[in-house]
């Protein structure tokens, strides 16, 4: 049994709870009941980690002072600030009342609502069994965050936000990046972990903790510019961390992101482009061949598959999709990967790199194409028809999956419950007569104010889930849309007018190394692509 977590102030805890009851209720402040709570897996027994909400009989919740809050660090607003998180088994001073627990264990658990009686009892062990619809271990998935840091926390609230939270949203790997802004980064708590703090909170959370930095460039404080882009398990930081003098208010405008990208990579580093493509140097990187991933919905809103991502993919391009959740984990967000190997981080990276993946903030994925996995390229000959077998589950109702093919959505399947969780299946064969990619995903988000709203999760955030794609060639030809091709040589060529209107350069020279990544990108891509117009 473990009683690491233990309350560290009985006393004051102990009057919080009756504090919040008495004021609760407004009657006489009731007995309190010693409790030992215990979230297990209900198949197995094993002892499972979790998030937990207990409610009076007027459904008021109670306070929970012994537990670490899941919402710290965030404001308020979201429905994340009503759980708290079990890490492992905890005593906690409960009323001696009718309560209701609620808890869950990151994504593939049923929700379990259980009431207890502790009326007239000082010492009670409370089980509370956890139905796990999806064990990602027998799918040889392993989940990961790519994109965090923690601020304006002490150094033992950062601690524990480590060991506890990761732990409990049942995750498996964990990156936590370094990055700087001028005067503000002095509150940026996760700045001052070194490898051997990683190592040591990795033994204490049972989560594998990597290192990263965010390599990043604006023009002006917080709006577009270069872009910004993670690059994990890097051996030193590339410098500098942040580029221009929108976010250091010193220096210029005049080294690209391609030239920390391509440092970092040839120590080994893995990059993946942050916050969708927001940044101008997005296209170009991944034309260029120097993206590893692209983290979708990490820390933003400005997203649209259909618009952003799919036109990457329709002109022949391997784009991994991942993601995470920048400053603190105000999301279920995670990205799966397929793992045959042992779990280190070289190799989890390196799974993610070859596109075994997908991102979701709620429903689980399973998807083959023919034998191909996702990631996998499968060779047809001429028109051929493919047979798709995918399944999605997840505790809340997403409502449908689908197929996507070449970015058109060409088969769905609704949601049906199962238990106390939800599943669309695939089974059915699809006509390809062109090469292109073949993904699954829910309906994307609908992130705008206005428009009809898509399903929320448990802490309030949209609902999102997509593989990333099986690549499809025809008789060994890759996808391409020379419409999209021609869009994203437009993009690039208003990429360079920004850059000379906006960017500060201490010489011509610089301008060019800058203005430099996009007429490459540009120059490769007509290269590859003959038929494209100078
Ligand atoms: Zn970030």
């Given at each position: 049994?473990?009683?690491?977590?233990?309350?560290?102030n009985?006393g004051v805890a102990c009057?919080?709870?009756m504090?919040?009851?008495?004021?609760?209720?407004?009657?006489k402040p009731?007995?309190?009941?010693?409790t030992?709570?215990?979230i297990?897996?209900?198949?197995s027994?094993e002892?499972?980690a979790?998030?937990?909400?207990?409610?009076n009989?007027n459904?008021?919740?109670?306070?929970l002072?012994?537990?670490?809050?899941r919402g710290?660090g965030?404001?308020?607003?979201?429905p994340?600030h009503?759980w708290?998180?079990l890490p492992s088994n905890v005593?906690v001073?409960?009323p001696a009342?009718?309560?209701?627990?609620?808890?869950?264990?990151?994504l593939e658990t049923?929700?379990l609502?259980?009431p207890i009686?502790l009326?007239g009892?000082s010492?009670?062990?409370?089980?509370?069994p956890?139905v796990r619809?999806?064990?990602?271990?027998?799918n040889r998935q392993?989940s990961?965050n790519t994109h965090?840091?923690?601020?304006?926390?002490?150094?033992?609230d950062?601690d524990?936000y480590?060991?506890e939270?990761?732990?409990s949203?049942?995750?498996d790997?964990?990156f936590?990046?370094?990055?700087?802004?001028?005067t503000?980064?002095r509150?940026y708590?996760?700045?001052h972990y070194?490898?051997g703090d990683?190592?040591?909170l990795?033994l204490?959370?049972?989560?594998?903790?990597g290192?990263?930095?965010e390599?990043r460039h604006?023009?002006?404080?917080?709006?577009?510019?270069?872009?910004?882009v993670?690059l994990l398990?890097?051996?030193?930081?590339?410098q500098?961390?942040?580029?221009?003098?929108?976010?250091?208010?010193?220096?210029t405008?005049?080294?690209p992101?391609?030239r920390?990208i391509?440092?970092a990579?040839d120590h080994?580093a893995?990059?993946?482009?942050c916050h969708?493509?927001f940044?101008l140097?997005?296209?170009?990187?991944?034309?260029?061949?120097?993206?590893d991933?692209?983290?979708?919905?990490d820390g933003g809103?400005?997203a649209g598959?259909k618009?952003?991502f799919?036109?990457l993919?329709?002109?022949?391009?391997?784009?991994p999709?991942s993601?995470?959740?920048?400053?603190?984990?105000y999301d279920f967000?995670r990205?799966?990967?397929?793992l045959e190997?042992p779990?280190t981080?070289?190799n989890?990276?390196?799974?993610l790199?070859?596109?075994?993946s997908?991102?979701?903030?709620?429903?689980l994925f399973r998807f083959?194409?023919?034998?191909?996995?996702i990631?996998?390229t499968?060779?047809l000959?001429?028109t051929?028809?493919?047979s798709?077998?995918?399944?999605v589950?997840?505790?809340?109702?997403f409502?449908q999956?689908e197929?996507?093919?070449n970015?058109?959505?060409?088969?769905?399947a609704a949601?049906?419950?199962?238990?106390?969780h939800?599943?669309?299946e695939?089974?059915q064969t699809?006509t390809?007569?062109?090469?292109?990619?073949?993904?699954?995903?829910?309906?994307?988000?609908?992130?705008r104010d206005a428009?009809?709203k898509?399903p929320?999760?448990?802490f309030g955030r949209?609902?999102y889930g997509h593989?990333?794609?099986v690549?499809?060639?025809?008789?060994g030809?890759s996808?391409f849309?020379s419409r999209s091709?021609r869009?994203?040589?437009?993009q690039?060529r208003?990429?360079?007018?920004a850059?000379?209107?906006?960017?500060k350069?201490?010489?011509?020279?610089?301008?060019?190394?800058?203005?430099d990544?996009?007429?490459d990108?540009?120059?490769k891509?007509?290269?590859?692509h003959?038929?494209?117009?100078?």
């Amino acid at each position: 049994m473990n009683w690491e977590i233990n309350v560290r102030n009985p006393g004051v805890a102990c009057a919080a709870v009756m504090l919040a009851v008495l004021v609760a209720s407004g009657n006489k402040p009731s007995e309190t009941c010693r409790t030992m709570l215990q979230i297990v897996d209900a198949e197995s027994g094993e002892h499972l980690a979790g998030i937990i909400q207990i409610r009076n009989q007027n459904g008021e919740r109670l306070p929970l002072p012994e537990l670490f809050k899941r919402g710290t660090g965030l404001q308020g607003g979201f429905p994340i600030h009503e759980w708290s998180v079990l890490p492992s088994n905890v005593v906690v001073d409960l009323p001696a009342q009718q309560l209701t627990v609620d808890v869950l264990s990151g994504l593939e658990t049923e929700r379990l609502s259980q009431p207890i009686d502790l009326t007239g009892k000082s010492d009670e062990e409370v089980r509370l069994p956890l139905v796990r619809f999806f064990r990602r271990k027998e799918n040889r998935q392993v989940s990961g965050n790519t994109h965090l840091h923690l601020m304006k926390l002490s150094r033992d609230d950062c601690d524990r936000y480590l060991r506890e939270i990761p732990r409990s949203d049942d995750l498996d790997v964990l990156f936590l990046s370094y990055l700087e802004r001028v005067t503000a980064d002095r509150e940026y708590t996760s700045n001052h972990y070194n490898a051997g703090d990683l190592a040591e909170l990795t033994l204490q959370s049972g989560v594998l903790l990597g290192n990263g930095e965010e390599h990043r460039h604006n023009f002006a404080g917080f709006g577009q510019g270069y872009g910004h882009v993670m690059l994990l398990n890097i051996e030193q930081l590339v410098q500098p961390v942040s580029i221009g003098p929108g976010i250091m208010k010193t220096g210029t405008d005049g080294i690209p992101l391609t030239r920390g990208i391509q440092q970092a990579r040839d120590h080994g580093a893995t990059a993946i482009w942050c916050h969708n493509v927001f940044g101008l140097e997005a296209e170009s990187n991944w034309i260029l061949g120097r993206l590893d991933a692209m983290n979708i919905y990490d820390g933003g809103r400005r997203a649209g598959f259909k618009e952003r991502f799919y036109p990457l993919l329709n002109i022949g391009l391997k784009v991994p999709f991942s993601t995470g959740t920048d400053w603190f984990m105000y999301d279920f967000s995670r990205v799966y990967v397929e793992l045959e190997k042992p779990l280190t981080v070289d190799n989890w990276l390196d799974g993610l790199s070859t596109g075994r993946s997908y991102i979701t903030n709620g429903p689980l994925f399973r998807f083959k194409v023919n034998e191909a996995a996702i990631g996998d390229t499968l060779d047809l000959a001429g028109t051929d028809a493919v047979s798709v077998s995918g399944q999605v589950e997840g505790r809340i109702d997403f409502e449908q999956a689908e197929i996507v093919l070449n970015g058109r959505v060409v088969a769905t399947a609704a949601t049906r419950k199962v238990g106390e969780h939800f599943r669309a299946e695939f089974q059915q064969t699809i006509t390809v007569d062109e090469p292109g990619w073949i993904a699954l995903r829910i309906p994307p988000p609908n992130l705008r104010d206005a428009g009809p709203k898509t399903p929320t999760n448990e802490f309030g955030r949209s609902l999102y889930g997509h593989t990333s794609p099986v690549y499809l060639t025809v008789d060994g030809e890759s996808a391409f849309n020379s419409r999209s091709a021609r869009a994203m040589l437009e993009q690039m060529r208003q990429a360079q007018v920004a850059i000379s209107e906006q960017g500060k350069f201490e010489s011509s020279q610089t301008k060019a190394r800058v203005l430099d990544v996009y007429a490459d990108a540009a120059a490769k891509l007509r290269k590859d692509h003959v038929a494209l117009p100078e």
